[in-house]
């Protein structure tokens, strides 16, 4: 039987991409030992693959899909097709980004200055070709962990690392002096899977399902009822994708409302819809918006 072969990101990525495969409809399950995970899918079959080696099986169709970053395929320089955009982190929805990082009492201000010094990163090849398109000779050195301590040591001058609102950079009396990439996770295909009618079908739906899934993260349903006099002033007050839902009750001069909306505006968002008289209110859990 032909199978999909579906790579499973281990590391950071790995709960988070579980878990949104279960908002999409697909159940992963394994234990702590196993790199082979089960899946509720008899046409797919997984694997657990590091984020940073993702990109380079997908490449030469050892996995037919997988996630990883934009970072990694770059680093990498993998040729793969890049089936969709999957904006999340273990943390939160944003964009990551790799950045340039030294001493608040460096003296290094900008890119420019790290000319002939030592710098530290994971990222090293993209970060070579990054320095040499802007004519910078740097120090290059992988680093196998604990980046932000070899700076705040002294044991680099500067460090290539990634962030997301940088607060532990700051914590550790660090200062961002440049920016060289944003990178999200994304879907990314082999090309030989692309190519082939039966998975490129399975891609699809895998895709439409997953976006329809990081869609749906941070929104809510809501639903309630509304009098006939008052629909005008509540609909007014719900943002919704494109117009709320009404519908006529039994009760020719009542009707029911329903709206998905952003979870951080519920709060207060409620108050106002009950004083323009909506009664009934209902809030629940979305996991798909396609």
């Not at 980046?147 to 690392?161: P, Q, R, S």
């Not at 020719?252 to 998905?260: G, L, T």
Request: glycine residues 6%; aromatic residues 6%.
């Amino acid at each position: 039987m032909k199978k999909l072969k579906l790579g499973i990101p281990k590391g950071s990525l790995e709960s988070n991409t579980i878990e949104l495969f279960k908002r999409a409809g697909w159940r992963i399950t394994y234990d702590a030992r196993s790199y082979f995970p089960d899946i509720d899918d008899e046409d797919i079959s997984c694997a657990l693959v590091r984020a940073q080696e993702m990109s380079r099986y997908v490449d030469d169709g050892t996995i037919d899909l997988g996630l990883t970053g934009k970072d990694w395929i770059l680093e990498n320089e993998s040729d793969v097709v890049v089936v969709q955009d999957l904006v999340y982190s273990k943390a939160s929805t944003r964009q990551a980004r790799w950045v340039l990082v030294v001493r608040e009492d460096s003296p290094i201000k900008t890119l420019e200055g790290i000319a002939g010094k030592k710098v530290s990163t994971e990222l090293v090849g993209f970060t070579r070709r990054y320095l040499q398109e802007r004519g910078i000779e740097a120090h290059l050195e992988f680093s196998w962990g604990a980046t932000e301590a070899k700076v705040v040591e002294g044991l680099v001058d500067a460090i290539v690392e990634v962030t997301e609102t940088g607060s532990t950079l700051r914590a550790n009396k660090l200062k961002i002096i440049h920016e060289l990439l944003k990178t999200n996770t994304q879907l990314i295909a082999s090309k030989k899977a692309w190519d082939d009618p039966w998975k490129r079908r399975k891609i699809e739906q895998i895709s439409a399902l997953l976006s329809g899934s990081l869609m749906a993260m941070g929104k809510v349903g809501l639903k309630m009822n509304v009098a006939k006099e008052n629909l005008g002033r509540v609909v007014l007050l719900l943002p919704s994708l494109k117009a709320p839902t009404t519908s006529g009750l039994y009760d020719e001069n009542w009707f029911a409302v329903e709206a998905v909306v952003d979870r951080s505006i519920v709060r207060e968002l409620i108050p106002l819809l009950q004083e323009a008289g909506a009664e009934g209110i209902i809030e629940y859990p979305l996991n798909k918006v396609l």
